[in-house]
């Protein structure tokens, strides 16, 4: 099974329409982040969350929002869609340990018409 | 400002090496990591540097210097598999947050 999970895999979607993506993990880890990647501009930082009460904007946070329900549970929602927000989403986990990487969902493929 | 360069595309050929260079400057550093990227897919951890010098992990190895800003991933004996897109990610010091480069599209060629 895999240890970090994302829901939908693959969304199309209308201008306007409010949109969650869905991520859970089985690693017990507390830090969790959501990131769009678009082509040429490689994977920009939307949210973080270093625990359930602690949650932070990354770089592109307008028009974005999380939800962090439970420690597994990280939730990003698009209020009002638009096509610029078009992307590939991936939501990604870390530990606690500085030696540590972070591990990745396998995607949400998004598509705003 | 915080930025990570490296190049957009290199080609090689099977069994050759190749070298995918990262200059970086950002806002206090926590580690240098390399990650692997198949197109649709998800990144996956290739290897992390945290102090000069250099890393070995099979055919993989990485080099960072602080001092100079600038880390590489060393890829030997290349296989067709190896094809993919190499992201570099620095990590910043204090707030656990990762600044990505653009990655570099990597294809090897028979």
């Known amino acids: 099974d895999a240890d970090v999970t994302q829901t939908p895999r693959n969304r199309i979607t209308k201008t306007g329409k409010r949109i969650m993506l869905e991520c859970s993990q089985t690693k017990g880890h507390d830090r969790m982040y959501w990131y769009r990647q678009d082509p040429g501009l490689g994977l920009r930082l939307i949210y973080y969350s270093f625990d359930v009460k602690d949650i932070n904007k990354g770089e592109i946070s307008d028009g974005y929002s999380v939800s962090r329900q439970a420690q597994a549970k990280f939730s990003l929602s698009l209020e009002s869609a638009i096509p610029n927000q078009t992307a590939l989403y991936f939501c990604?986990?870390?530990?606690?340990?500085?030696?540590?990487?972070?591990?990745f969902g396998p995607g949400t493929r998004l598509t705003v018409l | 400002g915080q930025n990570i360069d490296q190049p957009t595309e290199m080609t090689a050929t099977e069994g050759a090496i190749v070298q995918i260079n990262c200059t970086y400057q950002?806002?206090?550093?926590?580690?240098l990591f390399w990650y692997q990227q198949h197109a649709g897919e998800a990144p996956t951890f290739l290897s992390y540097?945290?102090?000069?010098g250099l890393e070995e992990k099979g055919r993989f190895s990485s080099f960072l210097s602080r001092s100079k800003g600038y880390s590489y991933l060393l890829l030997k004996e290349l296989q067709m598999k190896d094809s993919a897109s190499y992201l570099c990610a620095v990590r910043t010091s204090g707030t656990y947050k990762y600044i990505f480069g653009t990655g570099t599209r990597l294809k090897v060629l028979a």
């Open positions: 540097n945290v102090l000069d």
């Open positions: 950002t806002s206090g550093f926590n580690g």
């Open positions: 990604a986990t870390q530990g606690r340990r500085g030696t540590d990487t972070q591990y």
